[in-house]
């Protein structure tokens, strides 16, 4: 089913409109033309950067290709050729090994061209997680714990398949469609990795809030770090703040690294202690001791046994609210700026949009940037 470069996605598929941007991709809705009922698709256009590195193998057809890329050899390739064949990597590995999973995007197709490689994936149309929690009339702890199950089921299925995501978010979690009961789907394997097999890609981009200790101090990742993000997760589902919580990135890393989060606010004082356990279990420093996604389905609060169904505390709701706004806001801010050569020249720029929390006067300067950015087009250089 996968690649064969003689293959036109414009033969099969007609290309609508933009659903999303990220750093190297382009998400736009896809209608299938085939006859019969209509399929709606997504498709991720992972663009290319340079030409095909050199030592990239050669296809059946005795080109050369990332669909016949078997093991990348990093060192050779851009960051972001890097990014574009391990995603595809990790995609062909889930597709052989996990799919069809209910918690866990499906990928159809692949498609390549000059202009990129296209990813068919599976629409999901209900949403981002944060978007459709604040959007609820009633929250409740039996409805976070109702997405933490979804999500540590995705999890299972892909640690069993020794795949690890690596940059579990909320924002890398999205509804397959509107209704109550649409399954949850994990997606963005960019910077996944296979166990056997990947070299892995240093993810430094973007925010450091869902990321393990074991990922800052380089040591060794695995799907434990995985839990530790979803404990991160499960923290701001429960209190709209996230646990490791600095002005500066250098002292958020240390917070981190020392797994320094309470549950001191006055809102946590009302939330279960079983929920409060759970979470110590995910953030516990040394990984080993940190629980799967496996047993985690068997705790009682995500079962749903001892989780709250009272309406959770207003403030929590509205913290959730602006913490996703800020959030949604710096996620625009990244994408729009990593397409011009202007954010790997300015350091500032980067460490403005590194730390989690901006305060209305960075935001403006970040509104200034981006007006010279966006007037002086893809070589400007920021000064200030
Ligand atoms: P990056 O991968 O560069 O860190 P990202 O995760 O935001 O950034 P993409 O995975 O390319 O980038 O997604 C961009 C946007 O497109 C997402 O924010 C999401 O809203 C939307 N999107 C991605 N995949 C799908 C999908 N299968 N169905 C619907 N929308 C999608």
Same mark, same amino acid.
């Given at each position: 089913m996968m690649g064969q470069e003689s293959r036109r996605l414009s033969d099969e598929y007609e290309v609508a409109d933009v659903l999303g941007k990220g750093g190297f991709s382009v998400v736009r809705r896809g209608v299938s033309k085939s006859t019969g009922?209509?399929?709606?698709?997504?498709?991720?256009?992972?663009?290319?950067f340079g030409s095909t590195p050199p030592g990239m193998p050669r296809n059946r057809a005795g080109e050369k290709g990332l669909a016949s890329v078997g093991?990348?050899?990093?060192?050779?390739? @851009?960051? @972001?050729?890097?990014?574009?064949?391990?995603?595809?990597?990790?995609?062909?590995k889930i597709v052989e090994d996990v799919s069809p999973h209910s918690n866990v995007i499906h990928l159809y197709d692949v498609y390549e061209d000059p202009n990129g490689v296209h990813l068919v994936l599976e629409l999901c149309s209900g949403g981002e997680l944060?978007?459709?929690?604040?959007?609820?009339?009633?929250y409740t702890e039996a409805g976070a714990a109702a997405v933490v199950r979804q999500i540590a089921d995705g999890l299972g299925a892909l640690h069993r398949a020794n795949i690890v995501h690596r940059d579990l978010k909320p924002e890398n979690c999205l509804?397959?469609?509107?209704?109550e009961e649409s399954p949850l789907k994990i997606m963005d394997f960019g910077l996944s990795s296979v166990e056997e097999f990947t070299d892995p890609i240093v993810g430094l981009f973007g925010s450091i809030d869902?990321?393990?200790?074991?990922?800052?101090?380089?040591?060794?990742?695995? @799907?434990?770090?995985?839990?530790?993000?979803?404990?991160v997760?499960?923290?701001?589902?429960?209190?709209?703040?996230?646990?490791?919580?600095?002005?500066?990135?250098?002292?958020?890393?240390?917070?981190?690294?020392?797994?320094d989060f309470s549950f001191d606010d006055h809102s946590w004082k009302t939330i279960s202690s079983s929920a409060k356990q759970l979470i110590s279990s995910l953030l516990t420093v040394?990984?080993?001791?940190?629980?799967?996604?496996?047993?985690?389905l068997q705790h009682p609060w995500v079962i749903g046994d001892s989780a709250k169904q009272d309406p959770m505390d207003a403030e929590v709701v509205s913290r959730l609210h602006s913490f996703n706004a800020r959030r949604k806001f710096r996620a625009a801010a990244i994408a729009s700026v990593w397409s011009s050569t202007v954010f790997l020249r300015t350091k500032k720029l980067k460490t403005l949009l590194g730390s989690h929390d901006l305060t209305p006067d960075?935001?403006?300067?970040?509104?200034?940037?981006?007006?010279?950015?966006?007037?002086?087009?893809?070589?400007?250089?920021?000064?200030?």
């Open positions: 009922d209509k399929t709606y698709v997504a498709i991720k256009t992972l663009k290319r093991f990348p050899m990093w060192k050779q390739v @851009s960051i @972001s050729d890097a990014l574009l064949t391990n995603e595809i990597l990790v995609m062909r944060f978007d459709r929690i604040v959007a609820q009339e009633k509804f397959l469609n509107n209704t869902y990321v393990s200790p074991e990922a800052l101090s380089q040591g060794r990742i695995s @799907s434990a770090s995985d839990m530790w993000s979803l404990g997760i499960l923290y701001i589902l429960l209190s709209g703040y996230p646990p490791f919580h600095a002005t500066s990135n250098r002292h958020k890393q240390q917070l981190i690294l020392a797994g040394d990984p080993h001791r940190r629980p799967t996604a496996q047993e985690i960075e935001i403006e300067k970040l509104r200034i940037h981006f007006k010279k950015i966006c007037t002086k087009g893809d070589n400007a250089t920021i000064s200030e």
